[in-house]
């Protein structure tokens, strides 16, 4: 059974930083994990996705170049570390994860909500000044 232990969050000013960790149980084989953000009145979307059997991460646009992906291997967490943080960056972050590629073929986008089947309780993060 898979279990998503979120932790990190909290409220900061614009151009801070914060990091988010997601300690995942009970893979056996290479999955995909990563984060996503909900605000009220639009979609869950995609922050960053990456997958544990190689590959670089996937980041969605809007936060490239501020938000780094990583894994530490020896306990299987993986953790978002924003920075530059931006007003519009508030919202509640999911970590998920599920054994699949991180992206859909043959378009090869980043795989939306719906693939993913197992999640973390949600952590809010704030940004505001």
């Known amino acids: 059974q898979v279990h998503l232990v979120e932790s990190g969050g909290g409220s900061v000013q614009p151009g801070g930083s914060l990091r988010l960790s997601c300690a995942a149980s009970?893979?056996?084989?290479?999955?995909?994990i990563g984060w996503f953000r909900e605000t009220p009145g639009k979609e869950r979307e995609v922050v960053a996705l990456?997958?544990?059997?190689?590959?670089?991460?996937y980041y969605a646009d809007s936060v490239k170049d501020r938000f780094t992906l990583s894994r530490d291997n020896g306990n299987n967490t993986v953790s978002l570390q924003m920075n530059s943080l931006k007003l519009e960056d508030t919202a509640v972050y999911f970590c998920?994860?599920?054994?699949?590629?991180?992206?859909?073929?043959?378009?090869?986008?980043?795989?939306?909500?719906?693939?993913?089947?197992?999640w973390g309780q949600g952590t809010q993060v704030t940004v505001s000044s």
């Open positions: 990456l997958y544990t059997g190689g590959g670089p991460p």
């Open positions: 998920a994860a599920d054994r699949i590629w991180c992206y859909a073929v043959p378009a090869y986008t980043p795989r939306p909500r719906a693939d993913f089947g197992n």
């Open positions: 009970g893979f056996t084989t290479s999955y995909c």
